[in-house]
C-alpha cells in the first residue's frame, strides 16, 4: 500500500495497541465511576475530526467504564505540514457539556495551536473537568502552556501519517503511524 511514500515505520500497529491499552486503564483509574451513578456522569470523550477518530475508537473500546462520544471538527489554516491555528468550527458538539467530565482525544499535537484553541472555546462552556489524551505529541508542544494529562509517544519533529493522519487527505487508513518520505510534499 502507498509503495515508497512511507519512509519508515516510526511506531507500529502493535504498539499503538498496547499503548492504547495502557492509556485505557490509567484513564479508567482517573475517571472510576461512582457506584449507581447517573449517565450524565459518564466521561464525556471529544474527538477533533478527523485525524482522532482512529484512536478514538480504539480508545473507547478499550476504556473499561462507560464513556460518551461527540466530535468537533475545526478548520485550520497552513501549508498541508504545518498548522498555523484554528479559523473556525465547521462541526460544533451535539450537547451542552456544562458539569460533565470532558476528554479531548488528539491524534497528535504538533505546534500546540489547535490545541490550545479548543481548550479555550471548551472552556467557556463550563464543564466540571477538561482533561486531554493525545496519541502523539511532537516537541514544540511540550512547552506549551496547556498540561496534557495523557500522552501515548513523544515523538519527533518529523511529518508522520497513518492511524487517522494524514496528507492531502491520504494514508489516513494505514494502521500504523509511518514516516512520511520528503519527497512526497517537497
Ligand atoms: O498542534 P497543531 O500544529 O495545531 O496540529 C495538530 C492538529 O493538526 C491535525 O489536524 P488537521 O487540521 O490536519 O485536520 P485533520 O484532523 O482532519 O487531519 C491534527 O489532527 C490536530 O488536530
Ligand atoms: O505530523 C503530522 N502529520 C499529519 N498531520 C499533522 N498535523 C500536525 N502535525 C501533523
Redesign the pocket.
Known amino acids: 500500500m502507498y509503495d515508497g511514500d512511507i519512509a519508515s515505520v516510526v511506531i507500529s500497529e502493535d504498539r499503538i495497541r498496547a499503548r492504547t491499552i495502557e492509556l485505557a486503564a490509567e484513564l479508567a483509574q482517573r475517571y472510576q465511576p461512582a457506584p449507581g451513578k447517573d449517565p450524565e456522569e459518564d466521561l464525556l470523550l471529544v474527538g477533533v475530526l478527523k ?1 482522532a477518530m482512529m484512536f478514538m475508537t480504539d480508545l473507547a473500546r478499550a476504556l473499561p467504564i462507560p464513556t460518551q462520544m461527540e466530535f468537533m471538527a475545526v478548520s485550520s489554516y497552513g501549508s498541508s ?3 498555523s491555528g484554528v479559523g473556525r468550527i465547521l462541526k460544533d458538539l451535539d450537547r451542552d457539556i456544562a458539569d460533565r467530565d470532558v476528554l479531548i482525544v488528539e ?2 499535537i ?2 500546540g495551536l489547535t490545541l490550545s484553541w479548543l481548550v479555550r472555546n471548551l472552556e467557556a462552556r463550563n464543564p466540571r473537568s477538561l482533561e486531554i489524551c493525545t496519541l ?1 505529541r ?1 516537541p514544540d508542544a511540550i512547552s506549551m502552556q496547556v498540561e496534557v494529562s495523557h500522552v501515548g509517544f513523544d515523538i519527533p519533529n ?4 497513518g492511524y487517522g ?3 492531502d487527505e491520504r494514508y489516513r487508513d494505514l494502521p500504523y503511524i509511518g514516516l ?1 518520505d520528503p519527497k512526497v510534499y517537497c
Open positions: 485525524g505540514t504545518s498548522s491524534d497528535i504538533d505546534s502523539l511532537k518529523d511529518f508522520v501519517v493522519l494524514e496528507y512520511l
